[in-house]
């Protein structure tokens, strides 16, 4: 079936600095990449949808500048974290759609301290 | 808009036996796709079952099988001989064909299976 790898699994970063968080599909093109975030004990949340050479979308209440997402193939979408801080906290996961439905990635545990 | 609603938070069942996980949801949309994913403690996200709109029949897949009432707009998931491994996190999902095929998400139950 479809794969989409996630990378990395988990990261730990200091307060202030940027953490970048890779999609790729390994084995169909993902036009479109669905961006969740996911608390502790707590739904996922769509966070924004990214497009393969356009702008991506992001859903109320995501701050664009904060959480950066470039698309730039139809096999790779990566999501930024920029100025990170301990509220930042949490497991970040994405999505494709591929032919039977949608495939996620193993998901990120963001840590910031 | 989609609204995806989970009221269990938390379930238990006896190994072997059989177990009814409920979703409602509201759309307005004719069109529309509903799933369910497991999640484990290690995160990942496992595609379980699908059931479209138009389907006639509920959507089975082995030990799972949805039973979908359209007009009461319920997609409950069956679980059949319950085994220690189907202990996590499941959640029901619901695609918005009119806004890009947005997934929007349950809040989820956490089914516990005892030995």
């Known amino acids: 079936g479809a794969v989409v790898s996630q990378h990395p699994s988990r990261v730990i970063c200091k307060s202030g600095t940027s953490v970048k968080i890779e999609c790729r599909s390994l084995?169909?093109?993902?036009?479109?990449m669905f961006w969740y975030r996911q608390f502790p004990k707590q739904s996922l949340m769509l966070m924004a949808t990214?497009?393969?050479?356009?702008?991506?979308?992001?859903e109320q209440g995501v701050e664009k500048d904060k959480f950066l997402i470039n698309h730039a193939s139809l096999t790779l979408s990566t999501l930024t974290v920029t100025s990170a801080h301990p509220e930042d906290s949490s497991f970040y996961i994405c999505?494709?759609?591929?032919?039977?439905?949608?495939?996620f990635g193993s998901g990120t545990r963001l840590t910031v301290v | 808009a989609q609204k995806i609603t989970q009221t269990q938070p938390g379930m238990f069942v006896q190994e072997k036996e059989a177990v009814t996980l409920d979703c409602t949801y509201d759309t307005s949309d004719p069109s529309y796709g509903l799933f369910w994913y497991k999640q484990p403690s290690s995160g990942e996200m496992i595609f379980l079952i699908y059931q479209g709109s138009y389907d006639q029949q509920n959507a089975t897949e082995g030990r799972y099988s949805l039973n979908f009432q359209k007009a009461r707009k319920s997609a409950n998931l069956v679980i059949s001989a319950s085994q220690l491994g189907d202990s996590a996190m499941y959640f029901c999902a619901m695609r918005d064909v009119y806004n890009f095929n947005k997934f929007y998400f349950g809040s989820g139950t956490k089914l516990n299976v005892k030995p």
């Open positions: 084995d169909f093109q993902a036009t479109t």
């Open positions: 999505s494709a759609p591929d032919r039977d439905g949608y495939t």
């Open positions: 990214s497009n393969e050479g356009s702008k991506a979308t992001y």
